[in-house]
C-alpha cells in the first residue's frame, strides 16, 4: 500500500471536504428541482471512499456499487463536474444526463456504477471479477453495498461462487446502521460481517469513520485477491448525517442520535488531528475550505450551461444497431 504520510492526510481532507460540499450542494439543487427523481447523499461516509482508494491500483482496479454514487467516482477520478452535469440530466454528463443520480458510471475509470436495484450490483461485482481472472488483468474489483443489501439471496450465491472460484473480488459493506429505515439490530441476528465467515470467507469489521483504518484493511483483502487466494468481506460501520434519500422523514432515529454521530464526524477528526500535530495551519486549511467552495460552484456552472441531451442521443446510447427496427 502507499505509504500514509502528511500528505496523504491532507489529501484526505481536501477531498473529503470537497465531497462534503458536493453533496450539500446537490440537496440545495433538488430542493429547487433544478436535480430530479431519487437523491441518496454520501454526508458523513467520506472517510469510506477516501480510504478504499488508497488502497487500490488505481491504474486496474475497479468498483461496483448500488445508488449513494455520486462520491465513489469522484474519488477514483472522474470530473465531479460531468458528475454534476449528469444529475442536472445534461449531455455533457457521464451517461449523457441519461443516467441521473442512481446511475453514475465511467469505463474509462473503472467505475461499473451506480445501480438502482438493491444488491443488484453484487453478482455483477463478482462477474467482473471473473473476467479479470479469466484474462489474466491482475485486477481487483471492490464490490460494496448497504446492509440492506446483505438481505438479497444473490449475495449468497455470490459469496458461495466467489469463494469457490477464488474470484479476484473484495465484498464491502458500507453499514450506516438503517438501510432504507429498518436498524441492523431489527433486521439481524448476527453482526454483518459474520455472513462472510458462514463460506469460509475472511470477514472483518472495521471503523468506517477512519480512513486510515479502511485503507489498512482494504489494502489486506485486496492484496489477498490479487495473490489468487479468494475473496474476503469487510464490514465498514460508517453513519450518514442525512436520510436515506431526500424524501426520507428520518422516523426511524433520533435528533440526538444523529448529533452524537456528528461529533464522530470525520472530516472534523481530520482537521483536529492535522491541528494537533501541526501538519499544516488553520489559516491554510480555511484557505482551502475556501477554494473547495469556488471548485462546486464551477461544477453547478459547468452543469447549468451544459445543453440537455437530444432526442436521437437517446437512441444512440441504447441501441448499438443503427438501422434497429423498431426506430
Not at 122 to 151: C, E, H, Q, W
Request: net charge positive.
Amino acid at each position: 500500500m502507499r505509504e500514509i504520510t502528511t500528505k496523504t492526510y491532507l489529501k484526505w481532507f481536501r477531498d473529503m471536504f470537497f465531497w462534503r460540499k458536493f453533496e450539500d450542494k446537490c440537496r440545495s439543487l433538488y430542493l429547487k428541482k433544478k436535480i430530479r427523481g431519487f437523491l441518496h447523499l454520501y454526508n458523513g461516509q467520506e472517510a469510506v471512499a477516501a480510504g478504499i482508494t488508497h488502497a487500490m491500483d488505481m491504474s486496474k482496479d475497479n468498483i461496483i456499487t448500488a445508488y449513494r454514487c455520486h462520491i465513489l467516482p469522484i474519488s477514483m477520478g472522474v470530473d465531479p463536474k460531468k458528475i454534476m452535469a449528469e444529475l442536472l440530466g445534461k449531455r455533457t454528463g457521464t451517461s449523457h444526463g441519461m443516467g441521473g443520480s442512481m446511475h453514475i458510471f465511467s469505463k474509462k475509470y473503472r467505475f461499473y456504477g451506480g445501480h438502482g436495484i438493491v444488491g443488484g450490483q453484487i453478482p455483477l461485482g463478482a462477474g467482473i471479477a471473473f473476467a479479470d481472472k479469466y484474462f489474466n488483468r491482475n485486477s481487483v474489483t471492490i464490490t460494496i453495498m448497504g446492509d440492506g443489501a446483505v438481505r438479497q439471496g444473490s449475495l449468497h450465491e455470490t459469496l458461495n461462487m466467489a469463494m469457490i472460484w477464488k474470484l479476484p473480488v473484495v465484498f464491502i459493506c458500507e453499514n450506516n446502521k438503517y438501510a432504507m429505515g429498518t436498524s441492523v439490530e431489527r433486521s439481524s441476528n448476527i453482526p454483518i460481517h459474520k455472513i462472510g465467515l458462514s463460506y469460509g470467507m475472511p470477514s472483518y469489521s472495521v471503523d468506517g469513520m477512519d480512513p486510515k483504518k479502511i485503507a489498512q484493511a482494504t489494502y489486506v483483502a485486496i492484496e489477498r485477491a490479487r495473490s489468487g487466494q479468494g475473496s474476503s468481506f469487510l464490514d465498514i460501520k460508517t453513519y450518514r448525517f442525512r436520510g436515506h434519500s431526500m424524501s426520507d422523514s428520518e422516523s426511524y432515529r433520533s435528533k440526538y442520535e444523529v448529533l452524537l454521530y456528528k461529533k464522530n464526524d470525520p472530516i472534523l477528526k481530520l482537521k483536529n488531528l492535522i491541528l494537533k500535530n501541526k501538519w499544516e495551519t488553520i489559516e491554510k486549511l480555511n484557505f482551502i475550505e475556501n477554494e473547495v467552495k469556488k471548485d462546486i460552484e464551477s461544477c453547478v456552472d459547468f452543469a447549468e450551461k451544459s445543453d440537455y441531451p437530444s432526442l436521437n442521443e437517446m437512441y444512440n446510447v441504447v441501441y448499438s444497431e443503427t438501422n434497429y427496427p423498431f426506430l
